[in-house]
Structures are given as C-alpha cells and as structure tokens.
C-alpha cells in the first residue's frame, strides 16, 4: 500500500506561479512512476505530467513549457512547478503512483487561477 498527501494549492492571478508537493509513503519501493492529473469541471481527469523511476519525463501539450515535474528521492516527494498559470489551469490536481499492478491516487488539491 502507498499513501499519497498533497499540498501547495491555493489560489493565484493570472501569470502567477504555484508549487505543488506529493509526499509518498508505504511501499514506495514498488513504484515505477509518478504523476500529476487533474480534473476540471464538467471534464474528466487528464494527465498533467509524470516522471518514471529512471527520471524520464512527459507533459500534457497544455503545459509543456510552463510546468516542471520533479522528485526529491531522500524525501520521496515528487513536486510540480507551474509557472505562467491560466485560469484554464484552475482544476483540482491529483497525484498519483503506479506500480505494475497498482494505482494510487491522492486526496487532490485545489488550484484556482483567477484575477
């Protein structure tokens, strides 16, 4: 079992940066990728960016640019940067973990960008 807690969102203007983390912990051992979705809305939930074990990295074409994932290996953390944010970017933002077998979601963190 892998127990993820986010944190960082809030609400910023336009143009605005915003960091947000992903503390995993429990059975990290098995995990092979991490990532960021998120859910607008009346959408459904997409994927943002994620980063595999080996540190190899892909990004939504909406963010590309704007938003950087990375991970603190020592504090199993994986973080997302966003820079430039739109009020398109306002959404409830998930971490997720995947195993082989398994998927593991956060509890999510608001993210409203608005003036």
């Known amino acids: 079992q892998v127990h993820l807690v986010e944190s960082g969102g809030g609400l910023v203007q336009p143009g605005g940066s915003l960091r947000l983390s992903c503390a995993a912990s429990?059975?990290?051992?098995?995990?092979?990728?991490m990532g960021w979705y998120r859910q607008a809305p009346g959408k459904q939930r997409e994927l943002v960016t994620a980063i595999t074990s080996g540190g190899s990295t892909n990004y939504a074409d909406s963010v590309k640019g704007r938003f950087t994932i990375s991970r603190d290996a020592a504090k199993n953390t994986v973080y997302l940067q966003m820079n430039s944010l739109k009020p398109e970017d306002t959404a409830v933002y998930y971490c997720?973990?995947?195993?082989?077998?398994?998927?593991?979601w956060g509890q999510g963190t608001q993210v409203t960008v608005s003036s």
């Open positions: 429990g059975s990290i051992f098995s995990i092979n990728v």
């Open positions: 997720n973990a995947r195993s082989s077998l398994v998927s593991y």
